[in-house]
């Protein structure tokens, strides 16, 4: 049901699109991106998300029709990275088992 999207060596990694192709959840860290206005999914201080993902709602709406464009933040699940040790991914496995706990029957609709 949710598949944890770790950080790569580049941002706009295929596992994303694996995880949601199979149906699951991607689980994110998220972090304050590189230029401090919007969110990194990537690692902290990276490219914000719309700038990684293609047909981002939020980048291409200007030319392009609504029901083309994705709006990935709909479905994407987001815990709160730690900028001290990127690599530290308690807090994404917490939720996750959290949120199966708390509402599994919403979950499994």
Do not use: Q
Request: some cysteine.
């Amino acid at each position: 049901i949710f598949c944890p999207i770790l950080p790569g060596d580049m941002p706009f990694a295929r596992r994303v699109f694996d995880v949601m192709f199979h149906g699951c959840l991607p689980v994110f860290m998220k972090w304050p991106s590189k230029n401090g206005v919007g969110k990194s999914w990537w690692i902290p201080h990276g490219h914000e998300v719309k700038y990684n993902y293609p047909f981002h709602k939020e980048l291409y709406s200007f030319f392009m029709k609504d029901e083309d464009l994705i709006d990935y933040e709909s479905f994407a699940v987001e815990t709160v990275g730690d900028i001290g040790n990127k690599t530290n991914f308690g807090s994404m496995f917490d939720m996750m088992e959290a949120m199966i706990e708390e509402n599994p029957n919403e979950i499994r609709e």
